[in-house]
């Protein structure tokens, strides 16, 4: 097992120690969306909240842990990892995929941890009967999420630009 891939476990185990710790802590009804503003603005059952939470952890372990890794066994025709008219030999395209997959799973680690830290908020803002998350908060998980974006797909083109120099020096 690769770093990556122990990361995104044992985020898994501890989003759910998290609702764990917290699920006999909330109320019966516990303020489930917030507006731009941090502001509540839609509530739930308590049990719906956390079946939902589990769904969104198991979705992402499916998505990252599963989906992901499984392109590699897709046919050349659903995949272009080489231009047209090239061959891609079977070493370099299983380094495509392996930088593909580990690029992903880094992207599922900052996920997990944004859900993380987001879930957090929401928690405490129930316990706490606040109804409100603080507003720099939820700017900065915004810029969080682009920023993961953009350095995740900054980092696969680097990776594909080096390829392709590679296959021109060849």
């Known amino acids: 097992m690769n770093k990556a891939r122990n990361i995104f476990l ?43 939470y589990a769904i969104l952890i198991a979705i992402l372990g499916f998505a990252f842990l599963i989906l992901i890794p499984a392109l590699g066994q897709l046919p050349e025709v659903f995949i272009r990892l080489r231009q047209k008219g090239e061959r891609i030999d079977l070493f370099k395209k299983r380094d495509i995929l392996q930088h593909i997959n580990n690029s992903m799973l880094w992207l599922g680690n900052l996920t997990q941890l944004l859900l993380l830290v987001v879930m957090q908020m929401v928690f405490e803002c129930n316990r706490n009967g606040s109804q409100r998350l603080p507003k720099v908060i939820v700017y900065v998980l915004s810029a969080y999420i682009g920023g993961s974006f953009l350095l995740m797909s900054s980092r696969t083109l680097k990776f594909f630009q080096k390829q392709n120099r590679s296959s021109l020096d060849a």
Do not use: D, R, V
């Not at 501890?14 to 509530?43: C, D, K, R, V």
């Open 10 to 52: 044992g985020m898994i185990l501890l989003m759910g120690i998290q609702g764990l710790f917290y699920y006999f802590a909330l109320p019966s009804t516990m303020a489930a969306h917030f507006g731009i503003s941090g502001e509540a603005n839609g509530w739930m059952p308590k049990s719906q909240f956390f079946i939902f």
